[in-house]
């Protein structure tokens, strides 16, 4: 019997599918500032435009050098949340998109 080993597995195992059109929820991380919610909800807006501002909720870290924002976009596809991924990384201020 020939075994594989957890890398060979790993390969062979794909990443799940995303079905869009899709409600797609957001976290983005980044330094603690007075604008980081407008800043990062108004790139959203650029990428799914109409998004439920409603959804928008923030979060500040325990020692409140971070913060993040949680936003649920209707997701288009790929290049999509590719070009939402890039545009608030290009922020400078944006650690992570999650």
């Not at 390969?11 to 919610?37: L, M, T, W």
């Amino acid at each position: 019997m020939q075994q594989t080993s957890p890398t060979e597995q790993g390969a062979s195992q794909q990443a799940p599918k995303i079905e869009f059109p899709c409600q797609y929820p957001i976290k983005i991380v980044g330094d603690a500032a007075p604008d980081f919610k407008v800043t990062v909800v108004d790139i959203v807006e650029q990428h799914s435009p109409g998004f439920d501002r409603r959804s928008v909720r923030m979060v500040d870290s325990r020692n409140g050098r971070f913060q993040s924002v949680r936003v649920v976009i209707r997701a288009t596809g790929q290049d999509q949340l590719n070009a939402l991924f890039h545009s608030l990384k290009a922020t400078g201020r944006v650690h992570m998109v999650l």
